[in-house]
């Protein structure tokens, strides 16, 4: 049923939205242009593309731009997951992914473009890229929620709390609307509820990520390695010293460690210790933290002991053995086995 005050209310909230993205893309404009930047252009611009697409305008008034605006739509979940990937995932960098694998999502790639800007989306290939998307953002919502205590940088996790919200909306969106009867979507009160969610969402993503006088959000939330400031040389904190003695008895080999458990262990507060392990010491997540002081340990004990693999992962306090091979071939460039068969095999 057409309601012609609500569907130009719906268009002036989509207006405003699309003026909340250009806004947040200007301001990430200035160099350095960080792969998360980038990401984050191409999902404010299929965001936009997605706010033209749903506007309550008959399809036959877009004509050949209708192809485009659609693979604008259903390109928001994989926008989503890169810029996610990007900006919460220190280690992620697919420019060390497999030639092979590279060479395959170019592939798939330009089949996704043919066939929602030529082909107008029709097919089966629509409904399984629903499918995908869903299976992308579900993935976006447990990697942000797994992440949350990791984390030390304070902008980053509020962050991380709004970008679940939106993650889970689109999620409920995805799940309930684009698989769901026809007549949910074209019914002009969820128009109007949408484009109005959307507003709120691009708003508040807006105040998190645009740069603020004497801070960049951008240089902070990024993935990119930064040092600890220089600050004139001063005697370290209680908490600090605290921290010094707990590392040198080897503490850090307790399992299941977290920056709650180690607060308490040390009698602080533990947005006080993220503070101090992030703004003092330069780490942006306390699993590198741990690895800092655990790695090496490691490494003594694979040149001297014959102690199996697992054991050793156990000991220093990994739950399980995964984890540890990752983080040692990620620091060491090699598995531990290899590691311990290069001094094995010396004369």
Same mark, same amino acid.
């Given at each position: 049923?057409?309601?012609?005050?609500?569907?130009?209310?719906?268009?002036?909230?989509?207006?405003?939205?699309i003026?909340?993205?250009?806004?947040?893309s200007?301001?990430?404009?200035?160099?350095?242009?960080?792969?998360?930047? #980038?990401?984050?252009?191409?999902?404010?611009?299929?965001?936009?593309?997605?706010?033209?697409?749903?506007?309550?305008?008959?399809?036959?008034?877009?004509?050949?731009?209708?192809?485009?605006?659609?693979?604008?739509?259903?390109?928001?979940?994989?926008?989503?997951?890169?810029?996610?990937?990007?900006?919460?995932?220190?280690?992620?960098?697919? *420019?060390r992914?497999?030639? &092979?694998?590279?060479?395959?999502?170019?592939?798939?790639?330009?089949?996704?473009?043919?066939?929602?800007?030529?082909? +107008? @989306?029709?097919?089966?290939?629509?409904?399984l890229?629903?499918?995908?998307?869903?299976?992308?953002?579900?993935?976006?919502?447990?990697?942000?929620?797994?992440?949350?205590?990791?984390?030390?940088i304070?902008?980053?996790r509020?962050?991380?709390v709004?970008?679940? &919200?939106?993650?889970?909306?689109?999620?409920?969106?995805?799940?309930?609307?684009?698989?769901?009867?026809? /007549?949910? $979507?074209?019914?002009?009160?969820?128009?109007?509820?949408?484009?109005?969610?959307?507003?709120? @969402?691009?708003?508040?993503?807006?105040?998190?990520?645009?740069?603020?006088?004497? #801070?960049?959000?951008?240089?902070?939330? !990024?993935?990119?390695? $930064?040092?600890? *400031?220089?600050?004139?040389?001063?005697?370290?904190?209680?908490?600090?010293?605290?921290?010094?003695? /707990?590392?040198?008895?080897?503490?850090?080999?307790?399992?299941?460690?977290?920056?709650? !458990?180690?607060?308490?262990?040390?009698?602080?507060?533990?947005?006080?210790?993220? +503070?101090?392990?992030? $703004?003092?010491? @330069?780490? #942006?997540?306390?699993?590198?933290?741990?690895?800092?002081?655990?790695?090496?340990?490691?490494?003594?004990?694979?040149?001297?002991?014959?102690?199996?693999?697992?054991?050793?992962?156990?000991?220093?306090?990994?739950?399980?053995?995964?984890? /540890?091979?990752?983080?040692?071939?990620? $620091?060491f460039?090699?598995?531990?086995?290899?590691? #311990?068969?290069? /001094?094995?095999?010396?004369?």
């Amino acid at each position: 049923m057409l309601n012609p005050s609500a569907e130009l209310l719906d268009i002036c909230l989509r207006a405003a939205a699309i003026g909340q993205i250009l806004l947040l893309s200007l301001g990430f404009l200035h160099r350095p242009w960080y792969p998360a930047k #980038r990401a984050l252009a191409w999902l404010a611009l299929c965001a936009a593309g997605y706010l033209l697409l749903t506007a309550p305008i008959a399809d036959a008034h877009y004509g050949p731009l209708r192809g485009w605006l659609l693979l604008l739509t259903d390109s928001v979940a994989y926008a989503l997951w890169l810029a996610t990937m990007l900006y919460f995932r220190d280690d992620f960098s697919p *420019a060390r992914w497999p030639k &092979l694998l590279k060479g395959a999502l170019l592939l798939y790639g330009l089949w996704f473009i043919y066939y929602f800007a030529v082909l +107008q @989306g029709i097919g089966w290939f629509h409904d399984l890229n629903h499918l995908l998307s869903i299976g992308l953002v579900a993935h976006v919502i447990v990697h942000l929620l797994k992440g949350m205590s990791d984390d030390l940088i304070d902008a980053r996790r509020s962050l991380r709390v709004q970008a679940t &919200l939106i993650a889970s909306a689109f999620f409920l969106y995805l799940g309930c609307v684009e698989l769901g009867p026809e /007549f949910i $979507r074209h019914h002009w009160l969820f128009g109007l509820s949408n484009a109005a969610l959307i507003l709120i @969402g691009v708003s508040a993503l807006s105040v998190a990520l645009l740069p603020r006088p004497g #801070r960049s959000n951008a240089d902070e939330l !990024s993935n990119t390695a $930064r040092a600890p *400031a220089q600050e004139p040389a001063r005697q370290p904190n209680p908490l600090q010293l605290k921290l010094d003695a /707990f590392l040198a008895q080897g503490g850090y080999t307790q399992p299941n460690l977290t920056v709650a !458990s180690l607060a308490r262990e040390l009698g602080g507060q533990e947005y006080q210790l993220r +503070q101090l392990i992030n $703004r003092e010491l @330069g780490y #942006r997540n306390f699993s590198d933290f741990l690895n800092h002081h655990r790695l090496p340990a490691a490494a003594e004990c694979l040149k001297s002991q014959d102690t199996p693999i697992t054991n050793l992962a156990l000991d220093l306090g990994y739950g399980s053995i995964g984890p /540890f091979n990752r983080a040692f071939k990620a $620091r060491f460039a090699c598995t531990p086995s290899d590691y #311990r068969r290069q /001094f094995q095999n010396r004369p």
